[in-house]
């Protein structure tokens, strides 16, 4: 009796556990934060999944078939992009957008660096950030139920009080993977499964935590520092985005320096940087430092480690302390000296910053009134100011922001007009901001940019007279933009291909009077 | 208290397919082969040419120098020849055969009740090594060199080993259900070797019957306790058991006599109890059979030199309709593969799986690149990075795995290989890497020792 029996080396036995396994596991965590955000975004983010994770599949189908490839698709990890990718998009991005983006992770961060285990950041990230930069008009657009409006990390870092339990359930909309309860729902079974490395969530959530509370400059108080961890993307990024497998340390002290980096970056960019999408990044440089902390940070064996040595020669080991790996002191410092260094530097300029815009302010201020000596406000003003401070100003002006106002005073003290300074935040390029001089009559003196970054050759012609000087001395409290042929006194004409220039100046004037109509002329009377 | 080791894995037990199943003595009729090199260390030299007649416990090899055993006789008969024949691992070795008669005549003396009341240490080490004991738990190292440390005063613990964490191998549990008298006795007489230590017998979880047996033996043993230890592989390993016990890491290139303790498998204590107390050298030993393809499961008494086709035999041999693809010789986590069945065991041969299916065959189509997941580290006993040992030996950068790495601390228990989800060949792989690098070392030696001469 012959047999043909099968050879191996050992070991001849396996678990059950298998990377499509893993990842339909990951793909099921995330479930729960998928339904919450179809739920509160509507369907439109159900395609945007959709399409996020069937373009992931079918490219990397694709890539295989074209390069002849085994057939990788088929072991779940493009689907867990995919949803990683459209969870952190916002509910109403235009639909080309997931489907470009999916393309862009699979085929340029994945595939062509190898594929599955090879990529060097983290393919769903860096997708969400190349949407950004490519498309960040589209991208930044938040809205529920229609209305769009600021995320509420924008609102935080603006000084605003948020609304923590809505941004917990993720019903303050942002992402459509925002539900922070769903997402710590799926996080802590990927953890207690052993999926997820404690180590590197804790350790981001942690650094994070800390930096806040150090240079955070509200200290360790608990709602604020709660308000930091639901917004932007902290805890998807902590549980999802940080703990992808091939883009950070396999060892646990490297896992921990990894997190660590992860937390105090995101922490920095939160507070002293602009972006409200900091932490993605803060992830990706993390995702740059794996290959050096997989290089030096390797972990001893046991028997080769202090305590285990100690033991071998029949001495008693040293206490834990003494044990502590000297890289952890030495990031600690770095955190804390880095973080010092910083928010000294901020501290400095920002007093500089600030007396350099003043002075402009100032100087703005006289070149619209040149009648003016002196630029006084009444308590009344100074209060009607307060009340304004960062909220977009009445209904019929875009986004426009009255910053300041003053009442200009000749050398007898006599009021001769009143200088407003007004932006507008629908500008091509971001905000524009204008002092505009008031007579005692109502009529426009003068405009005066002292915030303008529109495209050149277009709309910088805002700075030019002949655009310019058309809002000056018309006796009409409300302008109105039209193309070429301007007749009445209240119409301007637009600069030739740049009409959103011309009508968000026009909206800061507009805001500008009516502050002026509402405010000061009354005040005074 | 302290009742596992740091990482490991829980391999699917299937003990539950032969636990119950008492020990029986399987007397083998055809005829016997032993094996020289069964043993770690020189193969042993035949003492016996063709056509002389032997007799069970009858010593037909000598141990060849300090580190080597006596090979004994199981069965009585003609020497049949003295040749080279097919062995566990597939290589073709010096073998004695035996044409086994099937009276099983005893040599004289063999199995007479001896008073040792007051037996010295050297006569001990002498019957142990006459005897032909060498560890049972699966290295094969002889026993008699294990029991004579440099430093006898510095033992501290004597750990009895019947954790038997490998999956399906149930006769160390059998044995300690049966025999618990005798294998605290054999632990006794190796206690009266090293005066400072303690007797441990330290056995998984699983085994609730076996506890209790040894418990009930060892109540009224000052110096010997049974600690309960938590089911895990490999808790079985000799490195294992001794930082539970002792709560000690070693590296390799250290014996456990140097952290003050000795291991002894369970069935070596009892082949040391059967040796001094009855006179009768190591010519049989447990063993359970077990596997989806066998008809039926058994924990048997093998003699040595017993081929696996009539073990297999012995206990019904295949299930009908069933194709035997994979045969292995011991557990399925250190075990070997046979390539038939036609072979002989050795001494240390505790196990015989017989499988229809395999599962390393399932495990190659679901292999996948590695994702970095780090299990295998988390499992690794010995705190290795076996991720990046893989990384390193792929890339061929031998420095970094011997140095950075400690690559050549694995002791390929393969619990790496075995949680691995992307199902890569880790183990397989740092097997390989370490004779490479040990081969290299040996060729550096000679050439630099060529160059001198």
């Known amino acids: 009796m012959s047999m043909n029996l099968n050879l191996s080396s050992g070991p001849h036995y396996r678990d059950r556990w298998t990377t499509p396994f893993i990842m339909f596991v990951v793909a099921l965590s995330l479930l729960p934060a998928t339904i919450v955000g179809v739920i509160v975004n509507g369907v439109h983010a159900l395609l945007i999944v959709l399409c996020s994770v069937v373009t992931a599949v079918l ?25 990683l990718l459209a969870l952190s998009l916002s509910g109403s991005v235009p639909l080309y957008a997931p489907i470009l983006g999916a393309i862009f992770a699979i085929l340029v961060v994945k595939c062509c660096f190898g594929g599955l285990g090879k990529n060097f950041i983290n393919p769903a990230l860096a997708a969400r950030c190349f949407l950004l930069i490519s498309f960040g008009h589209s991208m930044t657009i938040f809205e529920v139920d229609g209305v769009s409006m600021a995320t509420p990390v924008a609102d935080l870092m603006a000084g605003k009080a948020v609304d923590i339990t809505s941004m ?38 942690i650094g994070f935590v800390v930096f806040i509370g150090l240079f955070g400059g509200q200290g360790f108080d608990p709602a604020y520092i709660a308000a930091h961890l639901c917004g932007g993307g902290v805890i998807m990024g902590a549980f999802f985005m940080a703990t992808d497998y091939t883009t950070s340390p396999v060892s646990r002290l490297g896992q921990t320096v990894y997190g660590v980096l992860i937390g105090v970056l995101g922490a920095m960019f939160r507070i002293y940087g ?22 030096y940070i390797v972990p001893k064996p046991f028997a080769y480690r202090k305590r285990a040595i100690a033991l071998q020669n029949g001495e008693t080991p040293l206490p834990f302390y003494k044990r502590i790996p000297k890289p952890v002191f030495v990031l600690a410092g770095i955190a804390l000296i880095a973080g010092v260094a910083l928010s000294g530097v901020f501290a400095m300029t920002e007093n500089t910053i600030e007396l350099q815009k003043e002075a402009e302010k100032a100087a703005s201020y006289q070149e619209v009134l040149p009648e003016a000596q002196e630029f006084v406000k009444t308590d009344d003003l100074r209060a009607m100011l307060e009340a304004q401070n960062g909220y977009v100003y009445g209904e019929d002006f875009g986004k426009a922001y009255i910053n300041d106002a003053v009442i200009g005073q000749d050398a007898s003290g006599q009021t001769v007009g009143y200088v407003v300074s007004a932006t507008s935040g629908d500008g091509m390029e971001g905000n524009i901001t204008l002092s505009v001089g008031i007579d005692l009559e109502g009529n426009v003196v003068k405009i005066a940019f002292t915030e303008l970054n529109e495209t050149p050759g277009l709309g910088m012609k805002a700075e030019e007279p002949a655009f310019k000087d058309q809002y000056v001395g018309r006796g009409v409290s409300r302008f109105k933009v039209v193309k070429g042929g301007a007749a009445n006194p209240d119409e301007i004409d637009a600069i030739s291909g740049a009409t959103i220039t011309s009508d968000a100046v026009t909206n800061a004037v507009n805001a500008a009077l009516d502050f002026y109509e509402t405010v000061l002329r009354g005040g005074n009377e | 208290m302290k009742i596992t080791f740091r990482g490991g894995v829980h391999p699917k037990e299937q003990k539950e397919l032969s636990r119950e199943k008492e020990l029986r003595i399987l007397n083998a009729t055809g005829e016997m082969v032993f094996v020289m090199a069964q043993h770690i260390g020189r193969p042993a030299k035949p003492i016996v040419k063709r056509g002389d007649p032997v007799l069970v416990g009858q010593r037909i090899a000598e141990a060849d120098g300090f580190v080597s055993a006596n090979i004994i006789s199981s069965c009585s008969g003609k020497v049949k020849a003295i040749e080279k024949r097919r062995t566990i691992s597939g290589a073709m070795l010096e073998c004695i055969v035996i044409d086994n008669d099937g009276q099983y005549t005893m040599a004289e003396g063999i199995g007479e009740k001896q008073d040792i009341s007051g037996i010295t240490k050297e006569e001990i080490l002498a019957k142990v090594k006459d005897a032909g004991i060498v560890g049972l738990g699966g290295a094969g190292f002889p026993t008699s060199v294990k029991l004579a440390p440099k430093n006898p005063a510095g033992i501290k613990y004597v750990i009895a080993n019947g954790a038997d964490c490998e999956p399906y191998l149930t006769c160390n549990d059998q044995l300690m259900r049966k025999e618990p008298e005798a294998i605290v006795e054999g ?57 539970v016990v002792a709560g000690v890491d070693f590296p390799t290139s250290k014996l456990p006599a140097d952290v003050g303790c000795i291991v002894d498998n369970v069935g070596t204590l009892y082949a040391i109890q059967r040796a001094v107390v009855y006179n009768e050298p190591l010519f049989s030993h447990v063993m359970t059979v077990s596997g989806d393809a066998v008809k039926e499961t058994a924990n048997l008494i093998v003699r040595d030199g017993t081929s696996f086709r009539e073990i297999m035999e012995a206990c019904g041999g295949l299930k009908e309709g069933v194709t035997l693809k994979k045969a292995l010789c011991g557990g ?68 970094r795995y011997e140095t950075k790495l400690y690559g050549l601390e694995c002791i390929v228990c393969g619990s790496c290989t075995y949680i691995c989800p992307a199902k890569r060949p880790l183990t397989q792989t740092f097997k390989r890497t370490k004779a490479e690098i040990l081969a290299a070392k040996r060729a550096a030696q000679a050439a630099k020792s060529a160059a001198k001469g």
């Open chain 2, 187 to 243: 632990l006794e007489i190796t206690l009266k070797l090293f005066e400072n230590a303690e007797g441990v017998i330290c056995i998984e979880e699983n085994k609730p019957e076996a506890i209790a047996a040894m418990q009930k033996a060892a109540s009224g043993h000052a110096k010997i306790r049974v600690m309960a230890l938590k089911t895990k592989y490999p808790q079985g390993g000799e490195r294992s058991l001794i930082q």
């Open chain 1, 59 to 83: 490219t990397e189908f694709l890539f295989d078939k074209l390069c002849r490839k085994p057939d990788t698709w088929k072991d779940g990890s493009a689907v867990v992009t995919g949803l």
């Open chain 2, 332 to 399: 399925p986590m250190m075990g070997l593969t046979l390539s038939s069945l036609d072979i002989p065991i050795h001494k240390t041969t505790n196990g015989l799986l017989l499988w229809s299916e395999d599962p390393v065959e399932k495990a190659e189509l679901q292999m996948t690149a590695c994702l970095h997941c780090g299990r295998c580290t988390t499992v690794c006993p010995q705190g290795l990075m076996p991720q990046m040992m893989a990384e390193a030996a792929e890339k061929g950068d031998m420095e």
């Open chain 1, 168 to 205: 917990f359930l993720g019903t303050a909309g942002g992402v459509i993977g925002s539900s922070i309860l769903a997402l710590l729902a799926g996080g802590l079974v990927l953890w207690a499964l052993d999926i997820i490395h404690g180590q590197i969530c804790f350790s981001v959530i």
């Open chain 1, 274 to 295: 602009t972006a409200a999408d900091s932490f993605s990044y803060a992830i990706i440089i993390a995702n740059l430092f794996t290959p050096l902390i997989e290089k």
